[in-house]
Every structure is written in structure tokens, then in C-alpha cells.
């Protein structure tokens, strides 16, 4: 199982990242995916998550409206599209596999909104 996560790095306050997180090794169309973060001192919380069929997608209150989750079943490749930008986004974001049989994490990507 691998993870190639890209689109981090440093943007102002009001700016936008598109992040993207290419998976292989397992059946990625049998997965719910999600997008973590965890910023200094805190614990990692859910951003958001998208059903294995792709209808559903649920955020947490902090980024409703300001982030959007995708993904693209033929590329297995999941994306969080991230306007808006606020220095609280500040953190590493990691890319998140899971279904029944067990869950995969990616190595994560640094996000950080600062002036």
C-alpha cells in the first residue's frame, strides 16, 4: 500500500491549495476516504470524507464551505480543494484509507497559512 501525497506548502491567509494524495496497492474503489490534519500540540482531527462511491461527503464544521473533498476513481487518486484559507489550517494534512477490512494512513503534507 502507498501514498503519494503533493499540493502542500506555505500561502497566505485567503489563498487556496489543491491537495492530492495517489493511492496503490489496494482495492481503492472499496474505500472510504478521508482527509486528517494535525497541528502542533493538538490531536489529529477529521477534515473531511468521501463515500467508496463518491455520492456522499461530510466535513467538519471548521471548513464547511471552504474545502471540497473528490476523488478520481481512475487515476485512485483522492483531492481536497482548500479556498479561504485561514492561519488555524495551519498543520500537516494526511491522506486516509478505510473499509471493514482495515485503514491506511499517508505519510502527510505540511499546510501552512501564514502572511
Known amino acids: 500500500v502507498q501514498f503519494v501525497e503533493s499540493g502542500g506548502g506555505l500561502v497566505q491567509p485567503g489563498g487556496s491549495l489543491r491537495l492530492s494524495c495517489a493511492a496503490s496497492?489496494?482495492?481503492?474503489?472499496?474505500?472510504?476516504m478521508s482527509w486528517y490534519r494535525q497541528a502542533p500540540g493538538k490531536a489529529r482531527e477529521l477534515v473531511a470524507t468521501?463515500?467508496?462511491?463518491?455520492?456522499?461527503?461530510t466535513y467538519a464544521d471548521s471548513v464547511k464551505g471552504r474545502f471540497t473533498i473528490s476523488r478520481d476513481f481512475a487515476k485512485k487518486a483522492v483531492y481536497l480543494q482548500m479556498n479561504s484559507l485561514k492561519p488555524d489550517d495551519t498543520a500537516v494534512y494526511y491522506c486516509?484509507?478505510?473499509?471493514?477490512?482495515?485503514?491506511?494512513w499517508g505519510q502527510g503534507t505540511q499546510v501552512t497559512v501564514s502572511s
Open positions: 486516509h484509507a478505510e473499509r471493514m477490512s482495515g485503514a491506511y
Open positions: 496497492g489496494f482495492a481503492f474503489s472499496n474505500y472510504v
Open positions: 468521501i463515500s467508496d462511491t463518491g455520492y456522499t461527503t
